[in-house]
């Protein structure tokens, strides 16, 4: 064995983890857990965080500081140095023990459980609180202003600052905290995480036990005109910062989620309803679930995709909304044959109604061969009038 990398050993290694692997520990603050000693017992003796552990009898604190995973597998084991490094570098610590959860107390419960509900209402009220302080909550008010997000946004929508551990780093990171919530009912917690070393396909973690179906059905309006249902809450946020008076918008979150039932039946009580996913597979699952549902995609400039976020920050949300919605209003092709066969209506006023949706050039590449169907049928109509005016 050649030289021991120390800093990369201890950063691949999380001490609630370990420890969780021969005792039972509980969480007693955030990100911090106790239970009882391997060596000499107690009840919550032995402290562990992700990077630091003592306990209060064998091996106190050193000047305020605790002991590092090395120092645990030595104590331990009874190994040396060198040898505790090889254990923990190839994975070998103790794989024969009974693995815990590393966190188990909000592992072991769903959000429906009163113990759940309980711990994640703490969590969030903190979380809030936390994002509300002059101090304590600067790093993730400025995070929001840099998107765009006003104080009176995310105020509304309950948002929070913490710093939750985060799956893949197995650490604790900075993260905007996003409650999901149904009549006032705690769901799920979702995280955001941002900063240093998140990359793309981690920025989001939810709290475990949570269940996520539409986000932001708790501040829907009345408006039973316009819906939309948008992937990514900050892209919700977004929305109903810009146009609330004039829509209103849900989201099936960051992750593959279209909502399932619960937009079905919400979406019913719409006149039109837009999905704006720009993954297909997302935007294909979300308009299977809702009929009549119209698709949105973001705007593409410079092969850069703007989301509803980034056209809130480039000033030009509240237009591309209003456009969206007023390409919304024309019949669908199913609508335009409806008002072809109307017969009690007057056959000037049926072919007028769909005369100017035929102009419009955007709907034969949306409607394809339901476009020609209508176009034929109105072209017929055109005929029995011009007869009819001759006569
Ligand atoms: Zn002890």
């Given amino acids: ?19 969780g ?20 017992g107690g009840t919550d003796r032995l402290h562990v965080k992700a990077d630091w552990w003592f306990c209060r009898q064998c091996w106190p604190p050193d000047n305020g500081k605790g002991h590092d995973a090395i120092a645990w597998v030595m104590w331990l084991d009874g190994v040396d140095f060198r040898e505790a490094c090889r254990r923990l570098d190839s994975g070998a610590v103790p794989t024969d023990r009974p693995r815990r959860a590393p966190e188990p107390s909000a592992r072991r419960y769903k959000w429906g459980d009163p113990a759940w509900q309980a711990e994640a209402r703490t969590f969030v009220h903190e979380a809030v609180q936390r994002l509300a302080s002059p101090t304590l909550g600067e790093p993730g008010r400025a995070y929001l202003a840099g998107r765009g997000i006003t104080q009176e946004t995310w105020q509304a929508w309950g948002l ?22 149904g009549r006032g009912t705690l769901k799920a917690v979702q995280y955001r995480f941002y900063g240093d070393g998140i990359e793309h396909g981690d920025r989001f973690a939810q709290r475990p036990g949570g269940e996520r179906t539409l986000y932001g059905v708790d501040l829907l ?13 900050l892209n919700a946020l977004s929305i109903w910062q810009e146009a609330r008076d004039r829509l209103d918008v849900v989201s099936f979150g960051s992750d593959s989620n279209a909502g399932g039932d619960l937009a079905h039946r919400l979406a019913a009580r719409y006149r039109r309803v837009l999905v704006w996913a720009d993954d297909p597979d997302k935007a294909r699952l979300a308009m299977g679930a809702i009929p009549g549902a119209r698709g949105l995609r973001s705007v593409e400039q410079d092969g850069q995709k703007l989301d509803a976020n980034a056209l809130l920050q480039a000033g030009a949300l509240a237009d591309f909304l209003l456009a969206a919605r007023a390409r919304a209003e024309r ?24 005369r100017d949706w035929l ?33």
């Fill in 21 to 40: 692997q021969v005792v039972k520990l509980r969480k007693v603050a955030a990100g911090e857990y106790a239970g009882p000693c391997p060596k000499c």
């Fill in 359 to 391: 102009r419009d050039r955007e709907v034969r590449g949306e409607l394809g061969p339901d476009y020609d169907n209508v176009l034929t049928r109105w072209l017929g109509m055109l005929g029995e009038y011009e007869r009819e005016v001759r006569i």
């Fill in 1 to 19: 064995m050649g030289s021991i990398d120390v800093d990369r050993i201890k950063q691949n290694v999380d001490l609630v983890d370990l420890a």
């Fill in 160 to 181: 929070g600052y913490a710093t939750p551990r985060h799956p893949r780093l197995r650490a604790e990171r900075p993260a905007i905290c996003l409650p999901w919530q």
């Fill in 221 to 233: 309006g009345t408006h039973c005109d316009t819906l939309v249902l948008v992937e990514g809450e």
């Fill in 331 to 354: 019949p669908t092709a199913g609508e335009a044959l409806g008002l072809l066969q109307d017969t009690a209506r007057p056959l000037t006023d049926r072919l007028g109604a769909v």
